[in-house]
């Protein structure tokens, strides 16, 4: 019936984003339809988009061009969520995803239902999130106070940090999918139903969006290498280039490619750059490489690649 995905670290408007391009690419059942998508930026300031039709596929448009990923400042907000699911929900799409300064609530289900005092239950999150509870507390709060409403939220804000919650109801449901991921500054949690694989995908779709908040590594630099390098054997992964970038040396420690023609991974991923000397980083590419005699001939059918590196 919905996903609800929240994430809370740098970049988080563009992680929730690919996370939801990833269930729709993946996922089949309740998805590729309505989305609602809030983003609280880094200076405090709400800002939704929507669509009822074509999930990130119309989402953010830039001129006439449809399925843009959001523009930087959203893209970069520090807070981010969005709910979606099949085509046309009843208007207006934010009922389904309170926002304020204090924080954003998603979730699954229906978390706009009423509650005991009438007023939504993702709104009553919010509410208690102004008021000074933690996104955890919060849930609690409303959750455990109404255990049979039909909804499963995600609250995350400034000082609030996040957390997921399905009501006693919905937990008891044979259709769920959730995950969570936190680590640094960044965490994300998914909640759907409704959509398959129900098990496998929020993993998945949780794994996405950490990656964007949280890269396994940063570039430092460009390794060149060309047609012609050579190859030979020593003790560990290693490639030398010069001050303009270029490589002088490729060092294996795979002797069976340095005599006749191999198409191989002559430059194995995690080999150390070396300059004059210095470590640089290690490689985070690892092209196919054709060697023949202890030279390079080809690198992923090209007489040129950049390699990218990071720090150590």
Do not use: W
């Not at 970049?11 to 339809?33: D, H, K, M, P």
């Not at 609602?36 to 119309?58: K, W, Y």
């Not at 007023?119 to 959750?143: F, K, R």
């Amino acid at each position: 019936m919905t996903i609800g995905i929240g994430a809370a670290g740098p970049n988080a408007g563009l992680a929730v984003f690919r996370a939801l391009a990833a269930a729709e690419a993946v996922g089949t059942g309740a998805i590729g339809g309505f989305a609602i998508f809030t983003a609280l930026t880094a200076d405090s300031r709400v800002f939704s988009a929507e669509t009822q039709r074509g999930g990130t596929a119309t989402l953010f448009t830039e001129g006439e061009t449809t399925g843009t990923a959001p523009p930087p400042e959203i893209a970069s907000a520090p807070f981010a969520a969005l709910m979606s699911s099949g085509p046309d929900r009843p208007a207006p799409l934010t009922q389904f995803l309170a926002a304020s300064v204090a924080g954003l609530v998603t979730g699954h289900r229906l978390p706009n239902t009423p509650g005991p005092d009438d007023l939504p239950v993702n709104e009553a999150v919010l509410a208690a999130m102004t008021e000074g509870s933690s996104a955890e507390q919060a849930l609690a709060i409303v959750l455990d106070g109404d255990p049979e409403v039909d909804a499963g939220m995600i609250a995350l804000g400034p000082g609030r940090g996040l957390a997921a919650l399905n009501s006693r109801l919905v937990a008891a449901r044979p259709d769920l999918g959730s995950a969570q991921l936190a680590a640094g500054n960044a965490a994300v949690a998914v909640l759907h139903n409704a959509i398959r694989p129900s098990a496998e995908l929020a993993p998945l779709v949780a794994a996405v969006a950490f990656e964007v908040m949280a890269p396994p590594h940063v570039v430092a630099g460009q390794a060149i290498v060309r047609a012609g390098t050579p190859v030979v054997r020593a003790e560990a992964h290693r490639l030398t280039i010069g001050l303009d970038g270029v490589a002088t040396l490729v060092e294996t420690t795979d002797a069976r490619i340095l005599e006749g023609r191999h198409a191989c991974a002559a430059i194995y991923l995690g080999a150390a750059v070396v300059r004059d000397g210095v470590a640089l980083g290690h490689t985070v590419m690892e092209p196919n490489v054709l060697v023949e005699n202890g030279r390079i001939l080809r690198l992923s059918g090209k007489s040129e690649v950049s390699i990218p590196y990071a720090k150590e």
